[in-house]
């Protein structure tokens, strides 16, 4: 049922005339997602040996980075996956953007139903050698997005009513969580790249928050699964933001003060795995 889903999100664009696919957003990010397996290099540990699973594009993002007590962590992540600290302390992360493309291996796109706002609440852990990503939330703009991806890989994910506009180089975005069976939490930004997009450098702190191939959760039996990603190295800009609103960490107990550290990333494509036991 859960594949059923994404190939009704991701699938079924195959009859599209190539006039069509000229004209409609986000048809052009198949290409590029397919490319992404040809650029390895940089990836701590090689590519998984079976062929990748979904695939989709992320554009105009922020990443917004707040200093966390790893104690205040304490039973938000699981005991299973052991907090990564940078500096003396966890790392959070608020991050925004636009998915587009989504689509699984060999299918198009669907137009409209691949591309929607979504917006990600992040830490850091590593199990087994792998650095990775444990999402404390996901909510996305498109319903049957959310259905799906908590089905496929176990995420928490919850539909929020979303906006996303370009005003020239700034991006607005806000997000009002309406799941009924999520707590309460609601997210706006103003923010624009500044500075040319550069590479990360390993050893730093954005490396750190960015260089990450593979997310974490567990199964109903509570034990590890791991979901292996794969993208080119992050070309990560310095930016400015405004968040006039981010209540985001609220029902997990975190505050998030002090001022962040932000990123912009224009563009990154991406394609994922299936999730798979860890065996430690």
């Given at each position: 049922?859960?594949?059923?889903?994404?190939?009704?999100?991701?699938?079924?664009?195959?009859?599209?005339?190539?006039?069509?696919?000229?004209?409609?957003?986000?048809?052009?990010?198949?290409?590029?997602?397919?490319?992404?397996?040809?650029?390895?290099?940089?990836?701590?540990?090689?590519?998984?040996?079976?062929?990748?699973?979904?695939?989709?594009?992320?554009?105009?993002?922020?990443?917004?980075?707040?200093?966390?007590?790893?104690?205040?962590?304490?039973?938000?992540?699981?005991?299973?996956?052991?907090?990564?600290?940078?500096?003396?302390?966890?790392?959070?992360?608020?991050?925004?953007?636009?998915?587009?493309?989504?689509?699984?291996?060999?299918?198009?796109?669907?137009?409209?139903?691949?591309?929607?706002?979504?917006?990600?609440?992040?830490?850091?852990?590593?199990?087994?050698?792998?650095?990775?990503?444990?999402?404390?939330?996901?909510?996305?703009?498109?319903?049957?997005?959310?259905?799906?991806?908590?089905?496929?890989?176990?995420?928490?994910?919850?539909?929020?009513?979303?906006?996303q506009r370009r005003s020239g180089d700034?991006?607005?975005?806000?997000?009002?969580?309406?799941?009924?069976?999520?707590?309460?939490?609601?997210?706006?930004?103003?923010?624009?790249?500044?500075?040319?997009?550069?590479?990360?450098?390993?050893?730093?702190?954005?490396?750190?928050?960015?260089?990450?191939?593979?997310?974490?959760?567990l199964d109903e039996r509570g034990e590890?699964?791991?979901?292996?990603?794969?993208?080119?190295?992050?070309?990560?800009?310095?930016?400015?933001?405004?968040?006039?609103?981010?209540?985001?960490?609220?029902?997990?107990?975190?505050?998030?003060?002090?001022?962040?550290?932000?990123?912009?990333?224009?563009?990154?494509?991406?394609?994922?795995?299936?999730?798979?036991?860890?065996n430690q």
């Open positions: 049922m859960a594949n059923a889903a994404i190939s009704r999100i991701a699938g079924g664009a195959a009859g599209l005339s190539e006039a069509m696919v000229t004209r409609l957003p986000g048809l052009d990010d198949p290409a590029r997602q397919s490319d992404v397996i040809r650029e390895a290099e940089h990836r701590p540990w090689p590519l998984p040996g079976e062929p990748w699973f979904m695939a989709q594009s992320w554009g105009d993002l922020l990443f917004a980075h707040w200093p966390v007590p790893v104690e205040a962590l304490a039973g938000v992540v699981p005991d299973q996956l052991p907090i990564d600290s940078r500096d003396g302390a966890a790392w959070i992360g608020v991050t925004p953007f636009v998915v587009s493309g989504l689509r699984l291996r060999g299918t198009a796109p669907v137009p409209v139903v691949s591309r929607f706002p979504e917006l990600n609440v992040r830490t850091y852990v590593t199990v087994g050698g792998r650095p990775g990503i444990y999402f404390l939330s996901l909510d996305a703009a498109r319903r049957s997005a959310v259905f799906a991806a908590r089905r496929s890989y176990r995420l928490p994910y919850f539909r929020a009513q979303m906006a700034e991006v607005h975005f806000s997000s009002n969580r309406i799941s009924p069976d999520g707590p309460r939490a609601t997210f706006a930004a103003r923010f624009r790249p500044v500075g040319p997009a550069v590479p990360t450098l390993p050893g730093s702190l954005e490396h750190f928050l960015t260089e990450r191939y593979c997310l974490y959760t590890v699964l791991r979901g292996e990603i794969h993208h080119p190295p992050w070309p990560l800009q310095k930016a400015v933001a405004e968040l006039p609103q981010n209540t985001m960490a609220s029902p997990f107990g975190i505050e998030l003060n002090g001022e962040p550290t932000f990123h912009f990333a224009a563009q990154q494509d991406v394609v994922l795995w299936r999730i798979q036991p860890v």
